[in-house]
């Protein structure tokens, strides 16, 4: 089975409204999104035009996460009058927004909308340069 793989940059903020430590405050980072693919058949020698994965994967995921908020609706209600006042890109989310959620509703996202042929194996979302969440999943 032959996977490819593109990487991806978008900056966001969140917070973890529940959290005991710094991270509870609203504060910012520099994400890096590894997004790999494979299918059992080529077409013109290849997985899936990378063009198509780069429209896909910026449509879904980039265009909605870059320079977002993203909260939690617990987050959303506890920091409801200082978000209220400013003009944000906000997503809420049901679950708190850990780098494990977000490659979660990254995922979710983009097996949604991924063609028939082709299948999401892994996806690899550093929060920091040296932390991050990994999801793979095996072909059938």
Known sequence: MLTINKIFYFEAAHAIADYPGVCRHIHG??????VGVASHQLTNGMIIDLKLLKK???ELVIEKFDHALILSEAGAEKYKSS????DQRLIILET?????FLILEI???I???IPENIHLVNLKLYET??????????VS
Not at 29 to 34: I, K, Q
Not at 96 to 100: A, G, L, R
């Open 111 to 113: 097996e949604q909308n």
């Open 83 to 86: 978000i209220l006042a400013t």
């Open 29 to 34: 980072h520099r994400y890096e999104l590894h």
């Open 129 to 138: 340069r040296d932390s991050y969440a990994e999801w793979s999943s095996p």
């Open 56 to 58: 896909l994967v910026n």
């Open 107 to 109: 995922k979710n996202r």
């Open 96 to 100: 708190e927004p850990t780098v494990e």
